[in-house]
């Protein structure tokens, strides 16, 4: 996967695949829950947090560690600010996806439909539209004090990509906790977020400016 994917399919903390995989509970009607998910996020109108992105790759002993600034706003604003171990930033504005790695902007062109895909996707996890995508197949588990929703993606082109996306709830705030997504090779990437705030006011700036 190429870096611009792995750093755009990823997103938060506290479990990881194989601590509940033996014990999590199937929600047979998710019905409830996914009216609780859709009206958190249609209270959350902005999101400001710090992350660290960890891969895990097969053939490296540790994961690879990457940290920065996250940004998404209402409708479909979303900015992805990597500070070390270099500078990377992914920028969404409505339909438009700009990406600069090392100080230099990215050339898109010939890749507008995989980068809408990604484009979907990405807004689609913040603003609740995926779990009602026909892009998916979804289940909904329950464990301890979390909730989980495994995501299998059905189009050729996103499978290409990953292989199951797993998102992690809190039950108390109903609020993602972690955003993990799995390769068919077996590597991950793990999104963790800290210091984050809630429905505050962002520049504008941060959206239109690489």
């Given at each position: 996967?190429?870096?611009?994917?792995?750093?755009?399919?990823?997103?938060?903390?506290?479990?990881?695949?194989?601590?509940?995989?033996?014990?999590?509970?199937?929600?047979?009607?998710?019905?409830?829950?996914?009216?609780?998910?859709l009206?958190?996020?249609d209270?959350?109108?902005?999101?400001?947090?710090?992350?660290?992105?960890?891969?895990?790759?097969?053939?490296?002993?540790?994961?690879?560690?990457?940290?920065?600034?996250?940004?998404?706003?209402?409708?479909?604003?979303?900015?992805?600010?990597?500070?070390?171990?270099?500078?990377?930033?992914?920028?969404?504005?409505?339909?438009?996806?700009?990406?600069?790695?090392?100080?230099?902007?990215?050339?898109?062109?010939?890749?507008?439909?995989?980068?809408?895909?990604?484009?979907?996707?990405?807004?689609?996890?913040?603003?609740?539209?995926?779990?009602?995508?026909k892009?998916?197949?979804?289940?909904?588990?329950?464990?301890?004090?979390?909730?989980?929703?495994?995501?299998?993606?059905?189009?050729?082109?996103?499978?290409?990509?990953?292989?199951?996306?797993?998102?992690?709830?809190?039950?108390?705030?109903?609020?993602?906790?972690?955003?993990?997504?799995?390769?068919?090779?077996?590597?991950?990437?793990?999104?963790?977020?800290?210091?984050?705030?809630?429905?505050?006011?962002?520049?504008?700036?941060?959206?239109?400016?690489?």
């Amino acid at each position: 996967m190429s870096k611009q994917y792995t750093i755009l399919l990823s997103f938060l903390v506290f479990f990881s695949f194989n601590a509940f995989t033996q014990e999590r509970t199937l929600i047979k009607n998710p019905t409830e829950l996914k009216k609780k998910l859709l009206n958190q996020s249609d209270a959350t109108k902005s999101i400001v947090s710090d992350f660290t992105q960890e891969k895990h790759v097969s053939f490296m002993k540790e994961a690879q560690i990457s940290k920065g600034k996250f940004y998404y706003q209402q409708q479909n604003k979303m900015r992805w600010e990597q500070t070390s171990p270099h500078p990377y930033v992914l920028l969404i504005n409505e339909s438009k996806i700009r990406i600069k790695d090392n100080g230099r902007e990215k050339d898109l062109k010939g890749a507008n439909k995989m980068m809408g895909k990604i484009n979907k996707l990405m807004i689609g996890l913040i603003n609740g539209e995926i779990f009602n995508s026909k892009d998916f197949e979804s289940s909904y588990f329950s464990y301890s004090n979390t909730y989980i929703i495994v995501l299998k993606p059905k189009s050729k082109r996103l499978q290409s990509m990953f292989n199951t996306i797993e998102l992690t709830f809190s039950k108390k705030t109903i609020r993602l906790n972690t955003l993990t997504f799995f390769e068919k090779s077996g590597d991950k990437s793990v999104m963790k977020f800290f210091n984050d705030k809630f429905n505050t006011s962002i520049k504008q700036s941060i959206f239109n400016t690489l």
